[in-house]
């Protein structure tokens, strides 16, 4: 079972072809009765050989629990037998996956190397930017490989997990030429020795194949890969320079990350065309390092789990399973924190895999399915509840904007408006970054709008005494943020939870005089 400090890392997956094979998981996926290049097709458990019974347990657990899982998306033999989302996540909606964007970052050189635009995994660094001058340059410097790279053993002090508190992230991020920073990265031992978890290493991956290429990252996947699989709209930020990030923040559908796990279950092939040569595939998913500090083997930006699985995992709970011997994809999408970060994983292997009982059909379970389906419609469709009269001091602050004391938040302005008898309360926040609007269902249910750049955001509310409490996702990441208001005369003291890292803070505000 995995570290919790690599838990709580929630760092994604490598690609390696350095040192010696560790392990390999053998392949045994069923040659496909179609592809769902055009959209999944569903089935019965039962009918893959899978019993609704265990597959219940894992949502039993999450409404056991109240885990911030957003969805499970269960393939086998190419059948989606269980698809749930908690409400307000849907099929339809793009999710963050974090650092499971490596895995994708990784493809891409595969792909590039297919093409012609790389040599291979054993091409030097230093061939690759030719015209870019190193500081720090040593013989150590001049041996980086692209394997060096893709297994995270470049040598480089990069010094951006959590052993460091990010601190190399903060400083490429500040850096007025983000390749350029990576590159003059002094070194700390030679290439090879050690791995040492680099998302700058991850991110020059990306820049590699704007360099190679002359497309970015998003529009080469676009191409080569978003577009073979049929993909829905995918979002990849870029940094100023327009370089997509390499190591995370690639935004896309459950369904869709199912489609990349089924790509490599089947040895890069898709519908007739090998998008990734079947040699990348396996070298990747094959244990090329030990993590160390983490705990895991690491292959080409994969982790390499078990005997039995790899994985692609990003921060907050974000999976791609591939369990070739059951021909099983497994995508989790998720808010969580440190502490439970490895549930998905755990659920995999406590009822999932288990629930794999046969290759071929089993006896059709009628009650099991019911209860199964029921449940899935109950996480996507909750109840809305009674709402309850507002209270006295509701009236008093609403449409009352207060002016918040200088803080870490940015938060300059905040709004509670409530209309009598209405089901929804509106939050308006006032911020250095611009305006933040949602829309709190008092109904139990989270309420969606979309925010400025046309992202959900769902919000619900509460009262408590005089206390009011939102609860906030923002859909473009996992991250369920709690606020509260207490109010005083002419005041307010606003509390800030990040549901996911456990910060905290604490605000005070007064009644805005307008002159």
Known sequence: MNTFWKRFMVVCLVIGWVGITISQIPARAREPDYWPTDGWRTSTPEEQGMDSNELLGVLKYIERTGLNINSVTVVRHGYIVMD???HPFAPDKRHIIHSCTKSFTSALIGIAIKEGYLTGPDQLLSEIFPNRTMANLDANKEAITLSDLLTMVSGWECRDSY???WQGLRELRASDDWIQHVLDLPMSEAPGTRFEYCNEASFLLSAIITETTGLSAYDFAQEYLFGPLGFGEAVWPTNPDGINIGWGELRITPHDMAKFGYLYLHNGEWDGEQIIPASWVDASTQAQIHAGTLGENYGYQWWIESEQFYAAEGYAGQYIFVVPSLDMVVAF????NGRYFEVP???????????????????????????LET??????NPEPQPVSALPEIAQTVSGTTYTLEENDLGFETVTLTFEPGSAEARFDLGTSRGPMVAIAGLDGVFHIIQDADG????AKGRWQGNRFVIDIKTMRHPWEDQYQFSFGDGTVTLSVRDNVYGATWRIQGEVQHNN
């Not at 994983?345 to 209860?371: F, G, H, R, S, T």
């Not at 992202?455 to 769902?458: I, L, N, R, V």
Request: aromatic share 8%; charged share 20%.
């Open 455 to 458: 992202e959900d955001m769902a």
């Open 84 to 86: 749930a989302y908690l």
């Open 333 to 336: 999408t998720s808010g969580l």
């Open 375 to 380: 449940l899935i419609h109950t996480f996507a």
């Open 163 to 165: 052993l460091y508190n």
């Open 345 to 371: 994983q755990d659920l995999l292997e406590d009822y999932i895999i288990p629930a794999a009982k046969a290759d071929d059909a089993l006896p059709p379970n009628p009650d099991a399915l019911a209860e």
